[in-house]
């Protein structure tokens, strides 16, 4: 009777509480993953993308009842909130308390992106590009956080972002391409030939050229703007 027992045991352990387990943790991780995304969408005031996300995924009741009032509330107040204002704290939600890289090394990392052709995309498409430049600014900025990387700067529709590690910054640079590629562009931004995509090419959507260079670099604290701004032969 009791070498039954064990094997009953031994087989419950294995086959089901295991097997349970396993589901509450795939579960669990699911559930953080679209918290996340929501989240990342509603830091973004990309409303009717929260509303959506939140309408076709299975979360805890609490965590849904929370992202469903701050989702109210944002609408109610939205109309009263400027545009300005909304990409200001938007922009610098991400970065502004992290360490500026290089205080103490006095290296770092440079990275500067640009849009290509960015201008001839604004005058045959200005709302397309308007909308489309919030989506790659909001996939430039989750990239820098993932990657510790510092915003110095934006210049027109070009960042420049100090990083630590080399590695970070080319690991930014590589994974900000994928998440290019495979954001949800304005239709009237893909209608232009030149951004489209036929499902072969690497391109979809703007086309982000991207530098990096290490070396020593001056670093100096803009009181102005309260942030750190970059100078020397490794920026130039």
């Not at 970065?95 to 090394?105: M, V």
């Not at 640009?114 to 996939?139: F, N, Y």
Request: hydrophobic fraction near 40%; include cysteine.
């Amino acid at each position: 009777l009791v070498p039954i027992m064990f094997i009953l045991l031994d087989y419950y352990f294995k086959h089901i509480l295991f097997a349970r387990i396993k589901t509450d943790q795939d579960r669990i991780s699911a559930s953080i993953a679209t918290a996340n995304s929501i989240a990342t969408s509603l830091a973004d005031f990309d409303l009717d993308k929260a509303e959506a996300q939140l309408s076709s995924t299975t979360i805890p009741s609490e965590l849904y009842e929370a992202f469903e009032r701050i989702l109210r509330n944002l609408r109610q107040y939205r109309p009263y909130i400027p545009d300005a204002l909304l990409e200001e704290m938007f922009s610098s939600s991400l970065s502004i308390d992290r360490a500026a890289p290089g205080l103490t090394s006095k290296e770092a990392a440079i990275v500067f992106t640009d849009i290509q052709g960015s201008s001839a995309t604004w005058e045959a498409c200005p709302e397309g590009m308007k909308k489309g430049l919030r989506v790659h600014d909001g996939a430039m900025r989750e990239c820098i956080y993932a990657f510790n990387g510092y915003e110095v700067k934006t210049i027109g529709d070009a960042f420049m972002v100090a990083f630590e590690d080399t590695i970070d910054a080319v690991r930014f640079s590589l994974d900000v391409q994928e998440q290019l590629v495979h954001s949800e562009w304005p239709a009237e931004l893909l209608a232009l030939e030149h951004l489209a995509w036929d499902g072969n090419g690497p391109w979809c959507g703007l086309r982000v050229r991207i530098g990096v260079h290490y070396g020593e670099v001056d670093v100096q604290l803009n009181t102005l703007t309260g942030r750190y701004d970059y100078f020397g032969h490794t920026v130039n």
